[in-house]
């Protein structure tokens, strides 16, 4: 986690996963294998990601070369209701629905993991039981 962690706190700063990855194997583990880089790559992949998004839908002014901030993905120009561009996408108050959304992702996976040990109990105990 230690590896992982590294990587994806230099692919969020500097927006470059395989540095992170590169930073991560040179500076911050003393043991890697192949799964390590791989589970490491992705870890820093998801959190490059993750800021390009929240910076393309946070962002509102233009940036130092003059163009508006596209992110990783560009969705064009969101307009606000009244037509102006200096809107936010997205407010504080919105976290809430953003919270409940996760909390409910939370409980639905803890009802599946929970649903497949039964499964996995009952297969063991009465499929091809000896």
Known sequence: ??????????SAAFGAPLGG????????????NQALTWKT?????????VLQILNSAL???????GN????????GEF?????SN????????????FILMGAGGGLLGALFNQLNLYLTKYRINHVNAK
């Open 59 to 65: 962002e509102t002014k233009t940036a130092r070369i």
């Open 79 to 83: 307009k606000c209701v009244d037509g």
């Open 41 to 49: 790559l992705f870890c820093s992949m998801c959190s490059a990601f």
């Open 68 to 75: 508006k901030y596209s992110g990783l993905i560009n969705f």
């Open 21 to 32: 990855v590169l930073f991560s194997l040179e500076e911050g583990s003393s043991f890697w």
């Open 86 to 97: 200096e809107c936010m996408l997205w407010g504080p108050q919105d976290l809430i629905v």
């Open 1 to 10: 986690f230690i590896s992982a962690g590294a990587a994806a706190g230099v």
